[in-house]
């Protein structure tokens, strides 16, 4: 008997009990559908959570200053522009330095988050880094001048101009925690803040936010000049290791604190290694729970082959006593069982995605469903029909032949 022929009569077997036939796909349906949608939901997870990782910027330094360090020890920005002179690697500094209190206009009083940094705050900081919509960004002039300009969001501008978010020329009064107050010139506006977020909660209760020189914002607290941290982007990721030694033996000889471990610099590349580890971890695990369902429905197969085989005991010996041989009654079976789980496999995959795609488009993540899982999961499914398939098919192949035809 060829191929086609084996492949024909499993086909005409399945479909001759289809509910029976469903009832023991349902098992593997589960577990494919679980493992897919686990997979391409954790996985388009992971790329979201790594995108933001590398948004922050794959070549990206967190050079920082031990809480153990003097007030003499911390950096100035003598110090950050001897690191930009002397390191040619280093693309861009800027501390980070934030500041509470309150921003009004002529219109509205809101609280407020100032961050101060050099000109390269545009580029190193994550909040205020979201491309210039109207006007520009302060300059090296400005900080060192420490005029008071400032560059604000579009939500700033929105919440303090009556929706309005070309507002550049326009000033607003920012008032440290302690009552010092100066008027800040807007240069710039930015893409908001929170436009993504929008419907999510009551942004209208959000902090405004807003960029000025770090100079500037030592008039309204002098202690933000002891500088304990900056954002470093060098040219390359390759460029990193290299660029973090020299850092921190430069800041070590410049304040006399060689082997004092006071500076340490931390790559994000760093962080992103981890945050991977731990999400493949917690995926591969979830998945493998998931697979369970894989199991049962396996030994579901291999129970319904086992059921099939006793009632086709006559069918079988009346095939032997024809001249069928034992391998083929084997493969007969075999190929039964294969076809089953391979149909399960295939649905169960497309009730996984979509369960992937719902679920994701729910939570704004896009789901990662690559070929090689596909695969996997077809070769999977085709692996568990072998498995459990080979004793119900040994079994039918080793029957008797006259014990067979005997069966009632």
Do not use: C, W
Not at 193 to 218: C, E, I, N, R, W
Not at 219 to 245: F, H
Not at 280 to 300: E, P, S, T
Not at 303 to 323: F, H, P, Q
Request: hydrophobic share 45%.
């Amino acid at each position: 008997m060829n191929l086609k022929e084996n492949f024909k009569m499993a086909l005409d077997s399945i479909f001759s009990n289809k509910m029976r036939s469903f009832l023991t796909m349902l098992g593997i349906i589960i577990g494919i559908a679980s493992v897919i949608a686990i997979l391409a939901f954790g996985n388009g997870a992971t790329s979201q959570i790594t995108g933001t990782f590398n948004d922050l910027g794959a070549s990206t330094v967190s050079l920082s200053v031990s809480n153990e360090a003097t007030k003499s020890d911390a950096l100035n920005d003598k110090d950050l522009q001897a690191l930009k002179a002397s390191i040619p690697t280093i693309e861009r500094i800027s501390p980070d330095k934030t500041l509470n209190g309150t921003a009004s206009s002529t219109y509205e009083k809101k609280s407020a988050l100032a961050i101060g940094g050099t000109p390269d705050l545009q580029y190193t900081n994550q909040m205020m880094d979201k491309g210039l919509v109207y006007g520009r960004y302060f300059n090296q002039n400005e900080y060192e001048d420490a005029k008071n300009v400032t560059v604000v969001s579009e939500d700033t501008a929105a919440a303090l101009f009556k929706g309005r978010k070309d507002v550049v020329g326009e000033k607003i009064n920012l008032a440290s925690v302690g009552g010092t107050t100066i008027s800040l010139k807007i240069i710039g506006v930015t893409k908001g803040t929170f436009a993504k977020m929008q419907g999510s909660f009551d942004t209208s209760k959000m902090p405004v936010y807003l960029a000025t020189p770090l100079t500037t914002m030592a008039k309204l607290d002098p202690t933000v000049a002891a500088i304990n941290s900056v954002t470093v982007q060098v040219a390359s990721k390759d460029d990193i290791e290299s660029a973090s030694k020299q850092m921190v033996r430069l800041l070590e000889t410049r304040h006399d604190a060689v082997g004092k471990d006071f500076y340490t610099a931390t790559n994000f590349l760093q962080a992103l290694d981890q945050v991977d580890s731990v999400l493949g971890l917690f995926i591969n695990f979830i998945a493998a729970v998931a697979g369970i369902a894989l199991l049962v429905g396996g030994i579901g197969v291999m129970n319904i082959m086992l059921v099939s085989v006793t009632e086709r005991t006559r069918e079988i010996g009346t095939r032997k006593a024809l001249g069928a041989t034992t391998n083929t009654i084997l493969f007969q079976f075999l190929m039964e069982s294969v076809i089953l789980s391979l149909i399960g496999g295939i649905i169960g995959l497309i009730l996984g995605i979509l369960l992937a795609n719902g679920v994701a488009s729910a939570l704004d993540i896009v789901p990662s469903i690559t070929i090689g899982s596909i695969v996997m999961v077809l070769l999977f499914s085709s692996a568990v029909g072998v498995f459990f398939g080979i004793y119900p098919a040994r079994k039918a192949a080793r029957l008797d032949p006259i014990e067979a035809l005997r069966y009632e």
